[in-house]
């Protein structure tokens, strides 16, 4: 068992992954009593899959998932946590649009909380983006009940436990926050780095991001309130 599983989705994202790969391995490899890093492609048409056999040869930290076809992000990121043994968990986009370094930044939250969500205070996207996503943040936060300021931020970290209750459906890796309140483990969110992204292109335009995202929040928001809480006065 090593202490943190780095665990990124990665889905045509060639021009990125020895960048990605690099600065993970700088920010983690004197910080942790072990580490690994689980790239799970989805699909990828790009070379990228070459590009992670190639790191996986050369560095027994890496792990390699290939998908026969893309199966979409949440997948990636539950195959990635199957295969995790870490203490704890680490997400992050291979974008690198946050900084790897900052699983430090959420890190020693995990004594107290057992989940720490990055929160992109200082966001550098389009102007179209930002306001998409606070309106998708608000929306979402009115349907599913729960308040999280930036439940999509890629940046993520969480014990093990957290990641063993949770049962993901397409789309509900912008929910993880929430999802973990339901399961009965704390949160709380963090500010993290943001920057543009320097090489490849988004894979969700703004509509059906925000149109499969209300569907995702209605249900969301069904399922925590026909969540089940019940204390036993003797077994
Ligand atoms: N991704 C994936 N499968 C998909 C779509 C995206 O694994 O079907 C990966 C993608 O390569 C990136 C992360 O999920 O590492 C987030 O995707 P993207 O940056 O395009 O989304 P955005 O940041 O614009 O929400
Ligand atoms: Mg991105």
Known sequence: MVELSVVVPIYNE???????YNSITEAVKDKTAGYEIILVNDGSTDGTERKLDDLALEDPCVKV???????????????GIKKASGKYIGLI????????????TLMPYLTEFDFANGWRTKRKDTFLKKISSRIGNGVRNWITGDVIEDTGCPMKLFKREVAESLHLYEGFHRFMPTLARMNGY??????????????????????????????????????????????????
């Open 93 to 104: 986009d291979a974008d690198l649009q946050t900084d790897p370094k900052d699983f430090f």
């Open 14 to 20: 060639v021009e990125n992954i020895a960048g990605l």
């Open 65 to 79: 998932i290939h998908f026969r076809k893309n199966c979409g992000q949440t997948a990636a990121i539950q195959a």
């Open 186 to 235: 704390t949160v709380v969110e963090v500010p993290v780095d943001h920057r543009e992204r320097q090489y490849g292109t988004s894979k969700y335009g703004v509509m059906n991001r925000a149109f499969v995202g209300l569907m995702d929040a209605i249900v969301i928001g069904w399922l925590r309130k026909r969540a089940i809480h019940y204390e036993a006065r003797s077994e």
